[in-house]
């Protein structure tokens, strides 16, 4: 079955602890990103990846690092999580090349509490 | 880069009555223009989608219409049912921005 799959799907955590989000996707998809979904802010893109070793900052990256060494990961990593890093996590594939956008698929999220 | 303004945030109709939820956006070279449907504590799933070679799309009850001039495109769901309740997102890409620019979200409430 195509999908995303992102894990953990909930964690608490507290502030100052490492903590490393996956995201895995078995479409041979270039593109992935990394959202996060607060009430009344919509979706926000922290960080995406045009493809393998590629990946550049959205529109909220503080705090926040990734890596891309394989094509169907894409980890978000929280080096020192901070309580307004508290928020619904979403990664995302999709076919989509340079100017070329497709349909994005989302992972089930992730729940983060930070306390 | 792109910045998509999404109107109105919070939208409650009949069941039965049509919703209109409308988006602008500001990159002129955006050219696909996705509408997701988010359920409660759900992922975001895509329901209809639109190319800017094209100025209206259908697919059953729901319907997206592109102005490329006007920089504005808009969802149309008709014969509304209480399933239809969910928040929306748009979305524009495909310009000079990688990837997908969303908008804030509408909550659409189905009143029975």
């Known amino acids: 079955e195509a999908q995303v799959t992102q894990n953990p799907r909930y964690l608490i955590t507290v502030t100052g602890k490492k903590l490393t989000v996956t995201c895995s996707q078995n479409m041979n998809h270039e593109y992935m990103s990394w959202y996060r979904q607060d009430p009344g802010l919509g979706l926000r893109q922290i960080y995406y990846?045009?493809?393998?070793?590629?990946?550049d900052k959205g529109d909220v990256p503080e705090g926040y690092k990734v890596s891309r060494k394989e094509k169907r990961n894409f980890p978000l990593i929280l080096e020192s999580p901070s309580p307004n890093q508290t928020s619904l996590y979403f990664c995302?594939?999709?076919?989509?090349?340079?100017?070329?956008?497709?349909?994005?698929?989302f992972g089930p999220g992730t729940r983060l509490t930070v306390t | 880069g792109e910045n998509v303004e999404q109107h109105p945030s919070t939208l409650s109709v009949q069941e039965g009555d049509s919703a209109v939820i409308k988006c602008t956006y500001s990159d002129s070279a955006s050219n696909y223009f996705p509408w997701y449907k988010q359920e409660l504590g759900k992922r975001p799933q895509l329901i209809i989608d639109i190319r800017s070679n094209v100025g209206e799309k259908k697919d059953q009850r729901i319907a997206v219409t592109l102005n490329k001039t006007a920089k504005h495109f808009s969802l149309h769901i008709t014969e509304t049912q209480p399933e239809d309740s969910a928040v929306y997102f748009c979305a524009a890409g495909g310009g000079g921005a990688d990837g997908l620019t969303f908008g804030k979200g509408t909550h659409l409430i189905i009143q029975p």
């Open positions: 995302a594939s999709s076919p989509s090349r340079g100017r070329i956008s497709y349909e994005q698929y």
């Open positions: 990846s045009m493809n393998v070793e590629v990946t």
